[in-house]
């Protein structure tokens, strides 16, 4: 079973500062299946970021993927106050077929 | 617009039954993969099930497997997962959420609910 560790678990920045947010897999993924998800407080998660760079619809350029094998990374550019959230990121196993999670980094506001 | 909304949270007690249901609209149902996943009060997500659209291709972690059943009417637009045995670690909320359709493969979730409550409990 992969296993997902994202850093920092808490990450302080004000509006205007890059965020980095880090996520580690215990064995190399294909970037095709590593996304990121953004959730606020009492909603849905939401898909920012697919195949590891890919763009969700509706997202705004300051959300960017990188990385491959066992290291992926986001970084959001610019931080609006709306961007303020717990960060999951999440891949696929096919063998047998089970998704996981990371454990989540919560951006807040400085 | 896609929309799904999930019904049948609540209370139950410990080794009780509950039946989720997730109502979809916007968009092809039948087409598509449907999966649940559930979160602990305070905690992260986890993948709890999956179906294929035609039915078949269902696949559970291994935390509910044995006591959670899933399945779907494409008549009705409408995806159901079963909880017995119910256990207070099985406390979440529960979210419906979409994944591929049955042309494109891939591995990600665009589409959530807003998540139903469920608390096992005494």
């Known amino acids: 079973e992969i296993v997902l560790t994202q850093s920092p678990g808490t990450l302080s920045l004000s509006p205007g500062e890059r965020a980095t947010l880090s996520c580690r897999a215990s064995?190399?993924?294909?970037?095709?299946?590593l996304a990121w998800y953004q959730q606020k407080p009492g909603q849905a998660p939401r898909l920012l970021i697919y195949?590891?760079?890919s763009r969700a619809t509706g997202i705004p350029d300051r959300f960017s993927g990188s990385g491959s094998g066992t290291d992926f990374t986001l970084t959001i550019s610019r931080l609006e106050p709306e961007d303020f959230a717990v960060f999951y990121c999440?891949?696929?196993?096919?063998?047998?077929?089970?998704?996981?999670f990371g454990q989540g980094t919560n951006l807040e506001i400085k | 617009e896609v929309q799904l909304v999930e019904s049948g949270g609540g209370l139950v007690q410990p080794g009780g039954s509950l039946r989720l249901s997730c109502a979809a609209s916007?968009?092809?149902?039948?087409?598509?993969?449907m999966y649940w996943v559930r979160q602990a009060p305070g905690k992260g997500l986890v993948w709890v099930s999956r179906?294929?659209?035609?039915?078949?291709?269902?696949e559970y972690a291994d935390s509910v497997k044995g006591r959670f059943a899933i399945s779907r009417d494409n008549a009705k637009d409408t995806l159901y997962l079963q909880m017995n045995s119910l256990r207070a670690e099985d406390t979440a909320v529960y979210f419906c959420?979409?994944?591929?359709?049955?042309?494109?493969?891939?591995?990600?979730?665009?589409?959530w609910g807003q998540g139903i409550l469920v608390t096992v409990s005494s």
């Open positions: 916007g968009f092809t149902f039948s087409a598509y993969w």
């Open positions: 999440q891949q696929y196993d096919q063998s047998p077929p089970m998704y996981t």
């Open positions: 195949g590891a760079s």
């Open positions: 179906i294929k659209y035609d039915g078949s291709g269902i």
């Open positions: 959420t979409r994944g591929p359709d049955s042309i494109t493969w891939h591995t990600y979730f665009d589409y």
């Open positions: 064995q190399s993924v294909p970037s095709n299946s």
